[in-house]
T-cell receptor
Framework: KAGVTQTPRYLIKTRGQQVTLSCSPI?????VSWYQQTPGQGLQFLFE???????NKGNFPGRFSGRQFSNSRSEMNVSTLELGDSALYLC???????????FGSGTRLTVV | DQQVKQNSPSLSVQEGRISILNCDYT??????FLWYKKYPAEGPTFLIS?????DKNEDGRFTVFLNKSAKHLSLHIVPSQPGDSAVYFC??????????FGAGTQVVVTP
């Protein structure tokens, strides 16, 4: 079966712009989580959606938001981009809980 | 607040020898622990996990040990192979909470 698909793979934006990243989970998976990976910081949890509802949220500013659609696909939006937002953004899906996460390949965002 | 810590950012090991990666956590509510492996430009892939009711789990060359009283877990890779060169992330969860990751350890296996 198809894995977790993230689009686009690479993105370059300028400061102040906004960006939307997309994640299509594995078919049947209802939980989608987003992580930010930066050098030395590991994977920082952004938020998790389950059945279109945000179930958990990390410690990121309100510029970071997300949503999940009825088909479980999820989008993440970052507004008023800052240079420090440059990172690899990873999406992971699972059936219900955190035990069976499968990650996508990520979207590499560069803010210039 | 980093609840999962991997204090060694890098590890170099000779091919055929044992690699030992360490991870410490602070949240006593964590009941499930996972290790992920990540190659550049790819997402992390699941390697091995352990429930808090166990103290050891083995899968081929990979063994994870859990010491609950010390809030410490380790991953042993025996024998290490060149293809094991990657970043390894330790993660912990209380199943319905968020999966929390350590900062990762870069493993380099030399010939």
């Amino acid at each position: 079966k198809a894995g977790v698909t993230q689009t686009p793979r690479y993105l370059i934006k300028t400061r102040g712009q906004q960006v939307t990243l997309s994640c299509s989970p594995i078919s049947g998976h209802r939980s989608v989580s987003w992580y930010q990976q930066t050098p030395g910081q590991g994977l920082q949890f952004l938020f998790e959606y389950f059945s279109e509802t945000q179930r958990n949220k990390g410690n990121f500013p309100g510029r970071f938001s997300g949503r999940q659609f009825s088909n479980s696909r999820s989008e993440m939006n970052v507004s008023t981009l800052e240079l420090g937002d440059s990172a690899l953004y990873l999406c992971a899906s699972s059936l219900e809980n955190n035990y069976g996460y499968t990650f996508g390949s990520g979207t590499r965002l560069t803010v210039v | 607040d980093q609840q999962v810590k991997q204090n060694s950012p890098s590890l170099s090991v000779q091919e055929g020898r044992i690699s030992i990666l360490n991870c410490d956590y602070t949240n006593s509510m964590f009941d499930y622990f996972l290790w992920y492996k990540k190659y550049p430009a790819e997402g992390p892939t699941f390697l091995i996990s352990i429930s808090s009711i166990k103290d050891k789990n083995e899968d081929g060359r990979f063994t994870v040990f859990l010491n609950k009283s010390a809030k410490h877990l380790s991953l042993h890779i025996v024998p290490s192979q060149p293809g094991d060169s990657a970043v390894y992330f330790c993660a912990a969860t209380d199943s319905w909470g968020k999966l929390q990751f350590g900062a990762g350890t870069q493993v380099v296996v030399t010939p």
